[in-house]
């Protein structure tokens, strides 16, 4: 019986630069591909960060990594694989759509605080207290209410 161990992608690059493996496999899995590699007694795993299978989706994206890692050659076990549909993602568009839209209004935002903080600075700004402002504003709003009343009685 072939003990399996867990191996990360740093463990994997030792073994290949160390060329202490027999054998390198790539294994059909449902939805992709997961390598292991054949050692003097025991089998290795390539493993993700989170400890499970570190399984690709596409065969060109793992033979790609073999050959970073320093894996020239190996063997292919597509048995059990079995392609899935794509792995696209239906809200990914939205998203995108609203990241850009929040990315336009905060450069539109700042353009706008630029602006008025330069209009500010100018020589010619003519600036207003607070207490003065407030009560035309209040008066306005006064006068629009009224007038709307006058309507409504109407």
């Not at 790539?26 to 050692?39: N, R």
């Not at 790609?64 to 549909?85: C, K, N, Q």
């Not at 330069?118 to 207003?128: C, I, L, N, R, V």
């Not at 402002?133 to 209410?145: E, H, L, N, V, Y």
Request: aromatic letters at 6%; hydrophobic letters at 35%; charged letters at 30%.
């Amino acid at each position: 019986m072939v003990t399996t161990i867990d191996i990360d992608h740093r463990a994997l690059a030792k073994l290949a630069s160390e060329q202490a493996m027999r054998d390198t496999v790539a294994v059909g899995q449902p939805g992709g591909w997961c390598v292991e590699v054949e050692l003097n007694g025991s089998r290795g795993r390539l493993v993700s960060k989170r400890g499970g299978p570190r399984l690709f989706s596409r065969f060109e994206t793992l033979a790609g990594y073999l050959r970073r890692v320093g894996i020239d050659h190996f063997s292919v076990e597509a048995e059990h694989f079995t392609p899935t549909s794509s792995r696209a993602r239906p809200d990914a568009a939205e998203r995108m759509t609203r990241t850009h839209d929040a990315a336009e209004h905060d450069a539109w935002f700042r353009r706008q605080v630029e602006q008025s903080l330069h209009e500010a600075d100018s020589p010619g700004a003519q600036w207003t207290e607070n207490v003065p402002a407030m009560s035309r504003i209040r008066d306005r709003i006064k006068g629009q209410q009224s007038r709307r009343q006058g309507q409504d009685d109407r």
